[in-house]
Every structure is written in structure tokens, then in C-alpha cells.
């Protein structure tokens, strides 16, 4: 009888299996020499200059003036000065994500529209933005573009209610004073009576086939809930409108000029990027959807917004994702204007207590939880939405 | 769409192609200027306004563009800086070697556009050329003083057109010795600049952010295939290395991980042994690439049908064999568009080593308009910056288009 | 065999000689760890002194920014005082009276925030750069600082017609330079007079200067000297500026090594007394050939390490045993001569008084080590 395969077994040296296992283990071998390596250089390397590797010295006083963000003092501890930075980051990041969101979406459409001359205007921006590096163009707008605007002597005015010079912008804002507890819960109470009515419209539209305006009827809703709770709790919102001081600006919400740039290179920027990616998944949604919509009778700003983008934004989904990363990653670049987000506050850290490895390893955790979180958040839209449209 | 990868969603517009000068007969005849104008201007009520309105925008914009160019702007700073624009404090009388680089790399890049590029003379590619070109020769007459200069500009112009003319009469026999000359193009190039009486640290200015850039993609792309190929590797340990490695280093910044490079890599070393600051911040700048390639490699892979795989598997390759002969070549491929954009985003990005001091184009840029002859006049020294780098993305983005079509890229 | 196999193999044997390898290494690691966590390879027994020597040149970190300390020409040339501090120290290292850059000594411009990352990570040898010696950056910082070469003070700099005093900055924006002592000296000294200003931290004085003419902010501050040298510049832009007279705080500036390295820290400090010394003893760039021919006293002959005749005997030249020659401060003053000389080539034309710079017997405090 021929030799029994089905029990015999292929020596050491030939066995899949086993070969398999020594090559990782030989792999996850060198990684932990070099690993070692590299720790116990280190060591020594932060011995030599009388430092050392712990995190102790994030309680040690900070000393040093940020000249924008939340309440901090010099006399507060390097971890309070680090908590800064991280807030104006997120600061800067969620603002330019809305802002070049609505950007994106905008120029995309645009560039998709019948008209020659917009459409060429929506191309020769991408074209433009899109080949020039983000760093360049943040410079660009914070020299050549900020710096330049009116001293605060003769900061430009909008109707008195908005400010702008070379010390920053100042925005007429609310104030809240007392009884704003109140208004707060019936400003949940009207978000409860939107969406009731959001529903109950919802339900009068699929029952009786007439259109039923639903958001015109939530929005309405909310407004009146908010307007009598606002009657009722004592008018707790005044105007805080700014005044042009002799150095700066007095109330109001006010910006820095460092955050404008900052907010404008980045939104820019990543607003060229978003704009290809709708105008690309505006292009992937299959031509019978808008022919099926234009023999339904829809106008073309309903076949856009009922059928077209629903369909394309669900395409959109991941690459925005890494946009919106790069943007995070990209607003890093504060360092070159001095804004203090969080690396410019770690390289002040790291020229005071000289840590360099301790603070780049906070910084990159920091960076690294922030793009998961957005990633998170993005998966989980991507997930609620190719749900609801698979096929 | 099938087949179409979400990297080419941000990168690529669908190719366009000029129409060839000889032309079928079409099927309905062409828009006469008044029917153009009112279908695609003024088609309706809302878009005669939106035309209306932009149109101002543009009027209004162009025209404070223009009289801020020709008129208002004093372009002495980049006039006066623009040795040091292009190649930083390079020393005056070893500029020839530049020279020779110029030219050697004139030369290649015209016989490489002669091979690969094929001819599209329209009439509107001909209007856009001689257009640029007075452009081009009109801004150099107001910017270059020198006629020693304008002789070698002369002759690179020259080599360029005889390598164009050369490459398309040679055609596609010339593919790999051109190949060999681009795979030695950068060694020689850097031992050229470096050997003898000047040394790495004298680069600057863009000829420093070239050489970065074709470094860094040189030494990233090898490593990024390997990185994707241990990622799908069925040993868990490797897989999950390359896994955690990428996604760390697509997580951060690519500024914090230059700081890195900058004060903490030498401290992870033995003691004693330092490399140049160049050589460190290129190391950091390739691990950074390598993980963006390692990516774009492995979504080329994944649209290899497995049927591929199993076809191997059946002619009896080996795992080295498949993917070498078989996989890669098919995933690279695909590839290409995601590729290039990520290497003009390399280019862009070597504008980041300004924050590090490098004396590369945007610190020159900087620096030369706060001199103080210059200061105030930070807008005319960052617009040439700006407009060199955008030149070179524009112009890449450009080529690579037409290098899918002829590629034939995505048709199967 | 077949191919297949043979990868295999060499890869598995390859995997057994780096096994074998990182375990032969681990034997000594096992011995250096049980000595409190020493470190794999052994220290480095040269000192940075004999790594300048072996290499050749020394590199010495600058300031390009400040006229009269460390500024670029047009032409792209550094010079100022600290420049010349730093050709006395390849002076004396290499043993030249003429050190020339390129060969003897590099000149590394390095930002103030930067520069003590930059000494740590080797960059350069040694920092003059109009830096302030302060407690916290001899002991968290790790830098050892010499005899300081110019005693200054933190002052602000503003346009005389809208200022009069410091008072009327309360509020006020203030340009201050990231990573300088500055910084920190305002916000306490303002804190004191219960006055409040908005700090406006830019990299160094040239972005300050664009920020400054374009009324970013109101006045800056920083070293008087710097102001000094500056105000004759920006006053083409924006006319009309005074410093005023307060002394926000002490500014010592002195060149600085790191810490631990002894030998090349002695060097440093003895080369910076001995210029003092040599203003106080008479001995300058002019007559320092002739001193050395014939010493006019025992005290430059020390100085300058020639021997002196006693009666009938020669006896040896003063040694004091630092890591370079005996003579080094003959090289050092043919270099760059004394103190004056350095004082008055750059800081004099600029409108720098002596001062407090002044020597000791002068009214001013420079005092310096004697050489015996």
C-alpha cells in the first residue's frame, strides 16, 4: 500500500505550520532587540543631560504667557498650559471641519453646474488651492492678508455689530445672565417639540400622500417653545455687542488674527479637497437616478437635494473621513503663525523643561485619540447610513 | 461604480482628451456663439443672476490681481533673492554643478515626454502654449539680469525640445534604458551636489525641496510595498506590527513626527552616532510616506480578482513568485492615479522642513522679505514661492493624466 | 532541494545567527543592567573638547538677528560681538591667531526657542547667542555658563509719541520673542506694578519687526542691547521710538556649554576672563606682539603664557593646565584682541555706552579670574 498521507507528517524543517511560528517569533524576536535597544540609548541619552523619563515634570510650574484659549496663568502647571493647546486644537479643528464641509459642498455642486462660468470658477479654485502646499498658504494669509488689514484704530465695521482689524475680529455675541437655567430647560423642551412635530408631520404625510412640509413645521415649533421660555424666564440673554478699545477689542466674541488665518488656510485648503470628493460621489450616483427623478417631475434643485446627494453622501463618507483628519493634522501647522494650539504649546513646554521624548509622546497620544474619535464618529455615520441604502 | 478605488475620488477628474485636429462629422451642428452663450450662461433666470453676479466677482478680483502684479506690487525682493529662491546658499562658483543637473535632467525628462506623452497639437493647445510662453519669457526679462544666465536657460530650453523630438522619433524601444537612467538619475544628481568643495548642508531653496521629494519617494516606495505585503501577511505578529505602525503614523502629524526626528532619533541611537539633520528629517519624512503608500498599495491589491491568486496557485507559483510576477504588477497598476497624487502631496509637503529651519523655498521666501530693505513686502516674496510650487504639482498633476491615458490605465 | 525549500532555509538559518547574536549581546546587557540600569554600550570617554579637536572645527550656535551681537550682512556673512567670543575660542582650541570660518569655526544661526534643544542634541559645540545665565537653565536645562561677556537688562521699546511712560501701556499688546527669558521677566514685573499687557509671542525679531510696523502690537521688549542695536533700522520705519529707561530685569548674558564636560567648560570660561584680563592689564590686539616679545610685568607674562627673566634665569612660561596650550590667550588676542577692542569693533559704532560693561576700576562691574 502506498505511504498514508492522511497521517504522515512533513519533517520540522518542511512544516508549514511550525516554520510559520519560528518565523514570528524571530520577527517579534529582532522587534524587541531593537525595541531595547533603542529604550535603554534613550536612557542613557536623557541621563547625559540630567533629565529623566517620567511625567512628573507636567506638575512643575509652566511660567510662560498663551496669549489666547481658556482661563490659564503662568503660575498654573505645564499639564494646565498642555490642556490649552489641546482646546484651542479642537477649537480650530471642528470649526474649519463645518466650515469646509459647507465649502466643499457648495463648490462641489458648482462644479457641477450648467453654467460655463461658474463651473470654470469652481475649477480654477481647486486647481489653484489644491497644488499649492497648505503651509504656504497659511503664511500667505497671515502676512500678506491679516497683518495687512486696518490697525485697531480703524478696524473695518459691519453695521457696528462685527469688527475687523489686524488685532483680531470681534463679533456681536450673547450674553447669559440670570434665569438662563431656565431657558436652558425649555430649550429642551422645545427640541422635545420639534422632533414631536417633526413626527406627527411625518405621519400626516405618509397617511394622507398630500406634502407635508415637515422641517418648516418643527423649526416652527422650537422657535415659538424657545420664545415663550425665553418671556417666561426673564429675558436672561443680552447683547454683547464690542467696543473698539484703545488696544483691542472690548466684548463681544473676539478672534485672534493667528485663529482667522489659521481657520481661513485650512478651510480653503480642505474645502478644494472636499469639493472633488462631492463632485466625484455626485458623478458615482447612477445617471438613471437623476433620469427617474426628472420624469417623476422633480426640478433640478429637488432632484439634488431629495435624490442626488442623499445617494452621494453616502459614497463620500470615508474619503471625507481622511479629509477631515488631514485637516486635524494640518492644523499642526499653527506653529509657523504662532497660535497656540498644541504643538506650538508643547515646543514652548519642551524649550522649558526640555522633555522632548515625554512631550512628543503626549502630543502623538493626543493627535491619535482625536483621529480616532473623528474616524469613530465618521464610521458610525458611515455604518447608519449604507445601512439604510443597501441594495 | 465598481473597480473605482475612494482614493481616486479625491484625486483624479476623469482624463480629458483634446480632440484630435481631424474630426468626424458631428452629429448636430455646432453652437453658434449666441446659442452657446445663452445655454450655458443664461439658461435660466437664476443663472443669467448667478452668471451676472460671479462675473462681477471675477471682473473685480482680476482686475486688483492684475494691477497688483503689473502695477502696485515692487517685485525687487524676489528679483534681488531669486539665486537663493532656487538654490539657497549654494556657493556662486559651484553653481555649474547645478548647471549640469539642469541640463542632464532637461535632457531626460524631454526623451521621457518624447517616449511616454503622445502628441496632441490642437489649435487650442497650440494658443496655450505660445500664450505661456510670452508669459514665461516676459516675466524672465523683468526677473533675470544676467546673460550668462540667460544662455544656459537658452540651452536647457534646447536639450528639452531635441530630447522631445529625440524620444518621439526613438519611441518605445528607449523605455528601458530610459528606466536605468531615471533609476540612476538620483544618486548622481546627489553625489554631483555633495562631492568635492560643497557639502549637503549648502542646498537650499527649491532645488533643496526637489531633492527631498525625490528621495523620500524613492526610499518610501519599496518600503510602503513591503509594509502593505505585511500587512495581508497570514503571520499575525507581522501583520499586526504593519497594522499598528501605519495607522500610528497616519495619526499624527507629519510636523510632530519631523520634531521627533529632530530631538529625540539621535537620543534612540547608540551614543556617539549622529547623522545630518537632512538625513534625519528625509528618514522621518520616508517613514511618514511609506505608510500613505502602504495603504494605496494595498487597495491596489485587494482589486486583484482572487481569481488571479488561484490561477497561480493552479500553474503551481510559489506565495514570492505570485505576488512578484502576477499580483504586484497588476495592483500597481491600478494604482498609478492614488500613487502620483500622493507623491505631488510629498512634494507640497517637503514645504513643512521651513519649519524646521531648513533654508528650503519657503524659508527663503521668508526670510528674504524681512531683510530690511525688503520688509513690508511679505506678499511679493511668497507669491513666487507659492507660484513655483504650484507650478510643479500643476504641471505633475497634468502629466500624470496624460501618462493614465496613454498607460491605458483602467481600461480592461 | 528545490528553490522553495532553499528560501526557506536560508531564512530559518538567518533567523538562528540573529538569535545567536542578540543573545551573545544580551550577556554583556545582562551585566551592564545589574549596575543600576547603566547603559548597553559603554560612555563615551572623549570629552567634547577632543571630539572639537579630532573634527577640526568648532561649532558655535548665533544669533543672526541682533545687530552688533549676531547679525547677517547683506552678503550673508554673520558677524557681531558674540561672532568674535566665538572665533576666541577656535583660537584658542586650534592654536591659530587668524581662525577662519569654514575651516576653524562654523557659524550656526539657531532661534531662541530652539537653542538649547539644539546644544543638548550637539548641534553645536557651544551657545553664544545673547543668552541670559538664569538659575532654572543651569540646573532643569543642563547648560553651564561662563564668566558672563555682556551684563544687560530686559528694558521696552515703544513709539515716543503715543507712550510716555510705562504706565500708559497697561493693556497693551506687547511683541515679546518665544522661548526667551522675556517673556516670563514682563509678565511678573507688570504684575507687580499692577499693570496688565497681552503678550504677542513671535519666533524672533524680524517676524516682530513685521508684526511691530504693522501696529500688531503696541511696544516690545527684550534686551536692551538688542533694542538698542534695532532702533536705528526700524526707526526708518516707524519713526519716532524710545526705550524707556525701566529695567524690567537683569539679563547676564554669558556663552554656555553643557553640563558635565568640564575640561571644554574651563576652556570656555578661562578664554572669556582672559579677554577681561587683558583690557585690565593693558594688553590689546595692537601690542599683544610686543607684550609677547617682552612682557611689560609678571602679570601679562602669566596672562599670556611667556616666561619671565628673573635675573639670569628663564623660567617656564604660567601653565594652568587647561586642556589647550599654555599660550592660548596669545592666539586669543591676535585673534580678536580684548575686550575693548571686541566692545568698541561692534557694540561702539552702534551707540552702546560701556556702561556697567565697564571694567571694575572703571565704574562698571567686569571683573575678571586672575591668571595665576
Redesign the interface.
Known sequence: MATDFTTARPPL??NVRF?RI??QA?FV??LA?VA??AF??L??GVR????DLSFDFLQQRA???I?EGIAYN?NESFYSAFRVGVVNTIRVALVGIVLATILGLVMGVARLSTNWLVRRIAQVYVEIVRNTPVLVQIIFWY?AVI??LP??GGALSLWSLVFVS??GTAVAWFRLEDGAGAWGLFLLAALAAGALVLRWRTRVDERTGRPAPRVPWAVGAFLVVVAVGFWVSGTPVSADVPEV????YEGGLQVS?EYTALLLGLVIYTGSFITEIVRGSIQAVPKGQKEAAEALGLSPRQQLRLVVLPQALRVAIPPLNSQYLNLLKNSSLALAI?Y?EIVSVS??I?????R?TQMLLLVMGTYLLMSLSISAVMNALNRAVTRKGQR | MSGRLPGDLERTPLPVVDEPVVQVAPTRPPLTSGEWVRRNLFSSGFNGVLTVASGALVLFFGFQLVRFVFVSADWSVFQANLRVYMVG?FPEDQLWRVWAVVFFLATLVGLSHGVLVPRHLTRRGLVLRAVLAVLTVGALVYLVRSPLVWLLMAVTVALFAVGVVAGRRLGRRLLRSLLVAWLLAFPVVVLLLSVGDVSADQWGGLMLNVIVAVAVIALSFPLGILLALGRRSSLPAVSWFCVGFIELIRGVPLLTLLIFG??VL?LLM???L?FA?LVRAIFMFTLFSSAYVAEIVRGGLQGVPEGQYEAAKALGL?T?RTMALVAMPQALRSTIPPMIGHFISVFKDTSLLAAL?FSELLFTAR?S?????F??H?AEALLPAAFLFWVIAFSMSRWSQRVEVRLGVGER | MST??L???V??LL?LA??TA?CT?GDG?ENGEQAE?Q???P??TESLLQTIVERGTLRCGVNNTVPGFGFET?E?QIEGFDIDFCKAFAAAVFGTDSPEEGTHYELIP??A??R??AL????FDVLVRNTTWTSSRDG???VSFAHPNFYDGQAILAPANDFASLEDLD???ICVT??TTT??NL?DYFAAQDLTF??????DY??I???F????C?AVTGDRSALQGLLP?WE??VPNLTIFEDVISKEPLAPGV???DDEWFDVVNMVVNGIILAEELGVSGQNVDQEIQSPSDPFVGALLGVPVAEGEEVGLGFDPGLAVEPIFMQNVLGAVGNYADIFERHLTPLGHERGINALWTDGGIQYAIPFR
Open positions: 524543517w518542511r516554520l519560528l518565523g524571530v524576536l529582532l532587540i531595547r535597544e535603554l540609548n536612557e542613557y547625559e543631560q540630567n533629565l511660567g510662560f504667557a496669549k503662568p502676512v497683518l495687512a490697525v485697531i489686524n488685532r478699545g484703545r488696544f483691542g488674527p504662532g497656540p515646543n514652548t519642551i524649550n522649558q523643561a526640555a522632548a | 546658499r529632530r530631538f539621535i547608540p551614543p556617539g549622529t539633520q510559489s514570492t529651519s526670510r522679505s524681512q531683510a530690511f530693505e520688509v513690508g511679505q | 522553495h525549500c528560501g526557506r532555509v531564512a530559518l533567523g540573529l538569535v542578540a549581546r546587557d540600569g547603559p548597553a554600550q560612555a563615551p547683506a550673508g539657531v532661534d526657542d530652539a538649547f534643544n543638548r542634541a550637539g548641534e532643569a536645562e543642563g493693556g497693551a499688546n518665544t522661548g517673556e516670563l509678565a497681552e503678550p504677542v509671542v513671535l519666533e524680524e517676524v519687526f513685521e508684526a510696523r504693522q501696529n500688531r503696541d533700522l526708518e520705519d553643557l553640563d558635565g
